[in-house]
């Protein structure tokens, strides 16, 4: 079991940045992948981007070159740096972590709202 509770979400000025962070209750170094994945209303849930255990990444077509993740393990936390923010980046933000070995396994924070004014 995994815990994951997101922070940093709030209301912010179209053009400004926040930093959300996920504190992990295990070690993440031993979790293959950690993500950050957004749900506006009425839309579904998708990809925002994604580190492997290793440190590669991947993201979203429409935050690509505004938005950066990264881990630190020894701290069991990821971070979505998210600049140049847009009103259609107002979403819901959820963290989720990813085990595939030994068994497929996968865990989903409560959620944070993140609200960006035009």
């Known amino acids: 079991q995994v815990l994951l509770v997101e922070s940093g979400g709030g209301l912010v000025q179209a053009g400004g940045s926040l930093r959300l962070s996920c504190a992990a209750s295990?070690?993440?170094?031993?979790?293959?992948?950690m993500a950050w994945y957004r749900q506006a209303p009425g839309k579904q849930r998708e990809l925002v981007a994604i580190i492997s255990k290793e440190g590669n990444t991947n993201f979203g077509d429409s935050v690509k070159g505004r938005f950066a993740i990264s881990r630190d393990n020894a701290k069991n936390t990821v971070y979505l740096q998210m600049n140049s923010l847009k009103p259609e980046d107002t979403a819901v933000y959820y963290c989720?972590?990813?085990?595939?070995?030994?068994?497929?396994?996968?865990?989903w924070g409560q959620g944070t709202q993140v609200t960006v004014s035009s």
């Open positions: 295990k070690n993440i170094f031993s979790i293959d992948f």
């Open positions: 989720n972590a990813k085990i595939i070995w030994p068994r497929a396994e996968e865990y």
